[in-house]
T-cell receptor
Framework: GQNIDQPTEMTATEGAIVQINCTYQ??????LFWYQQHAGEAPTFLSY??LDGLEEKGRFSSFLSRSKGYSYLLLKELQMKDSASYLC??????????WGAGTKLIIKP | IAGITQAPTSQILAAGRRMTLRCTQD?????MYWYRQDLGLGLRLIHY???????GKGEVPDGYSVSRANTDDFPLTLASAVPSQTSVYFC????????????FGSGTRLTVV
């Protein structure tokens, strides 16, 4: 079957660094996406990894290891506006995104 | 219109009534999707369309139908609403099924009473 595993909730301090881990099992693999979703809003695209390694985009970086079925999202210099849910979504062999329940990130001053 | 527009924003619907959620995109994306999102659960795919004229069933299609008469529009119909269909519904589109990078509409909050 297809499965996504990420922590339900994490708490971090403003200005700090946080790493959100995701492990996945899919029928085939065509890359992995991370999305951010603020409460009551639609998900917005953050990153896409299709090859192993680290992709950096400003304060956000995403890492992928296909052999381990593992990815993480790294957020640096946390700001209060980063309080949101972060959704890990691998793409399966049918090019469909498989969605986890997401990690709710709470930023404290 | 810029991106994806969903209507209505929210709706309270009596059980047994028929309802169509509208979704329109102006990006000429081939693929479109309908998801529902319930508290504590991930996005669940209801139906999808890889290109105009074709549709497919997702993870939770029962009680819902879709059509894709043209590239821009992808309406979702609840033939006879039931309380378990209370949810937030998101429409999304992408350049192609392969490219991913979905763009989402702002969602429709539906309450069936």
């Amino acid at each position: 079957g297809q499965n996504i595993d990420q922590p339900t909730e994490m708490t971090a301090t403003e200005g700090a660094i946080v790493q959100i881990n995701c492990t996945y099992q899919t029928s085939g693999f065509n890359g992995l996406f991370w999305y951010q979703q603020h409460a009551g809003e639609a998900p917005t695209f953050l990153s896409y990894n299709v090859l192993d390694g680290l992709e950096e985009k400003g304060r956000f970086s995403s890492f992928l290891s296909r052999s381990k079925g593992y990815s993480y999202l790294l957020l640096k210099e946390l700001q209060m506006k980063d309080s949101a849910s972060y959704l890990c979504a691998p793409m399966d062999s049918n090019y469909q995104l498989i969605w986890g329940a997401g990690t709710k990130l709470i930023i404290k001053p | 219109i810029a991106g994806i527009t969903q209507a209505p924003t929210s709706q309270i619907l009596a059980a047994g009534r028929r309802m169509t959620l509208r979704c329109t995109q102006d990006m000429r994306h081939n693929a479109m999707y309908w998801y529902r999102q319930d508290l504590g659960l991930g996005l669940r795919l209801i139906h999808y369309s890889n290109t105009a004229g074709t549709t497919g069933k997702g993870e939770v299609p029962d009680g819902y139908s879709v059509s894709r008469a043209n590239t821009d529009d992808f309406p979702l119909t609840l033939a006879s609403a039931v309380p378990s269909q209370t949810s937030v519904y998101f429409c999304a589109s992408s350049d192609s099924a392969e490219e991913g990078g979905y763009t989402f509409g702002s969602g429709t909050r539906l309450t069936v009473v």
